[in-house]
C-alpha cells in the first residue's frame, strides 16, 4: 500500500502545480509589482510570521518531535489552490491571491527546506544529519513545484483554449489524488491515527484559525484594501497540504508517516475554518451588483 502513496505523491504535487500554471499569465506578475504593499506583507505573514507563530503554538503544546516538525512543515507550505476558491466566495481580489499563490509556490523551494530543516534541528536533534532536506530533495521539490509551474505556464501561453478546456479537468483530479492520498495514510497509520488525532488535532485547528486571521488582519492594520486583504488572508491562511504531506511521506523526502500528520489533519479542519472566515468578513458587505 505505502508504495501506492509513493508514486501518487509526486503525481498529485503535480498535477496541482501544472493546474496553478494553466491558470497564470504574464499580467499575474505585473499585478504583483502594482500591488507591492498587499504582497510584501502577505509574504511576510507566510514567510516569517506564521512560522514563528507555528514555533511557539507547538512549544506551548508540547508535540512531540516528528508532530512538531510536521507543522513547521505546513507552516513553510505556500497557499493552497482552493485559497482562490474560498477569495472569490469571500469577494476578495481573485486575481491577486492567483498571483500571491503563484509567487509563494514559487518561493517555496528555498524557503520551505530553510524552515523544515531548523525544526528538525530544533525538534529531533539526534536524527538532524540523517533527516534534513538536502541538495538532492530540493531538488526533487524543484521537479514537483517548479518545473509543472512553467510547463503550465507555457501551455497557457501557447494554447489559451486547451488550458482552459484542461482547467475543470485538473481541478477535479486534483481533489481525487488529494482524497486518495489523505484516505491512504489514515489507513497505513490506522493503529496510531486516533493518538495523532488527538496530539495534533488542537494544533492544526489553532494554527488555521491563527493562519487565517493574520493573514486578513496584518494587511488591514497597513492599510491594505478590504478585497486585497481578504486575497492575502486566504492566500496565507490555507496552505498546500498536498504538497506538505508528499514532502512528509516521499521515500526521497522526509519519509516520515508522524510528520504528515498534521496535515493531513489541517485538510480536514480547513473547510469548516474558511468556510466561518468567508461568513465574517462577508457578513457586514453588500454584493457585488453586475
Known amino acids: 500500500m505505502s508504495s501506492i502513496i509513493d508514486a501518487l505523491l509526486p503525481a498529485v504535487v503535480a498535477v496541482l502545480m ?3 500554471g494553466l491558470s497564470l499569465t504574464g499580467a499575474d506578475f505585473r499585478r504583483v509589482l502594482r500591488s507591492r504593499r498587499a504582497v510584501g506583507i502577505g509574504l511576510a505573514c507566510q514567510l516569517v510570521l506564521l512560522p514563528a507563530v507555528c514555533l511557539v503554538l507547538v512549544s506551548v503544546l508540547g508535540l512531540p518531535g516528528e508532530l512538531a516538525v510536521g507543522m513547521m512543515l505546513l507552516a513553510a507550505s505556500p497557499g493552497g489552490t482552493t485559497a482562490s476558491l474560498f477569495s472569490h466566495l469571500a469577494r476578495g481580489d481573485v486575481a491577486l491571491n492567483i498571483s500571491l499563490t503563484a ?3 514559487l518561493l517555496s523551494v528555498v524557503t520551505l527546506p530553510v524552515v523544515v530543516n531548523l525544526a528538525i534541528r530544533h525538534f529531533l536533534p539526534g536524527r538532524a544529519a540523517s533527516a534534513e532536506l538536502g541538495f538532492t530533495e ?7 513545484v517548479l518545473v509543472p509551474v512553467l510547463v503550465g505556464m507555457a501551455v497557457r501561453a501557447r494554447r489559451v483554449d486547451l488550458a482552459t478546456r484542461l482547467d475543470r479537468p485538473i481541478k477535479v483530479l486534483s481533489v481525487a489524488f488529494l482524497t486518495v492520498v489523505a484516505v491512504l495514510t489514515v489507513y497505513l497509520e490506522r493503529s496510531r491515527i486516533l493518538d495523532y488525532l488527538g496530539a495534533a488535532g488542537l494544533a492544526a485547528t489553532l494554527f488555521c484559525l491563527a493562519s ?7 494587511p488591514r492594520l497597513f492599510g491594505v484594501a478590504g478585497p486585497q486583504a481578504v486575497a492575502a488572508g486566504m492566500d496565507v491562511g490555507i496552505h498546500n497540504s498536498g504538497l506538505a504531506v ?6 526521497g523526502m522526509l519519509a516520515s508517516a508522524e510528520m504528515a500528520v498534521p496535515a493531513v489533519v489541517y485538510a480536514i ?3 469548516p475554518c474558511a468556510a466561518a472566515a468567508v461568513a ?3 457578513r457586514d458587505r453588500q454584493p457585488v451588483r453586475a
Request: proline share 3%; no cysteine; net charge positive.
Open 18 to 20: 501544472f493546474g496553478l
Open 103 to 105: 509567487l509563494n509556490s
Open 138 to 144: 530540493v531538488a526533487r521539490l524543484m521537479a514537483i
Open 212 to 218: 487565517l486571521t493574520i493573514g486578513y488582519l496584518v
Open 246 to 251: 508528499t514532502v512528509a511521506l516521499s521515500p
Open 269 to 271: 479542519v480547513t473547510i
Open 280 to 282: 465574517l468578513v462577508t
